[in-house]
């Protein structure tokens, strides 16, 4: 059983910033590439960032400059920095792995979100 765990979502004035951390926890034999999702009220899901277990990394054209996905393998966890935080940033912010668990089975997975707000 594999388990992801996000947290460090708030709400936050426009120009702010956040750090967001989502820790796998499990049976995990191996995690390749992580990342963070995004979905607003009315919106579907989107991509945010993805780094590679290179630590090679990809960015939305709406972040670029202002987000930053790093990576602790040692601890599974993957990080987005977010500064210079916009009304329209605010989403329900999505964790996703790709893990190869004990059992040698490969899948991604899902942790259960976190609440951005951008208001004054």
């Known amino acids: 059983q594999v388990q992801l765990v996000e947290s460090g979502g708030g709400l936050v004035p426009p120009g702010g910033s956040l750090r967001l951390s989502c820790a796998a926890s499990?049976?995990?034999?191996?995690?390749?590439?992580m990342g963070w999702y995004r979905q607003a009220p009315g919106n579907e899901r989107e991509l945010v960032a993805t780094?590679?277990?290179?630590?090679?990394?990809r960015y939305a054209d709406s972040v670029k400059g202002r987000f930053t996905i790093s990576r602790d393998n040692a601890k599974n966890t993957v990080y987005l920095q977010m500064n210079s935080l916009k009304p329209e940033d605010t989403a329900i912010y999505y964790c996703n792995a790709n893990i190869l668990t004990t059992s040698w089975v490969r899948g991604d997975y899902w942790g259960q979100g976190t609440q951005v707000t951008v208001a004054s």
């Open positions: 499990g049976s995990i034999l191996s995690m390749n590439a």
């Open positions: 780094i590679t277990g290179g630590s090679r990394t």
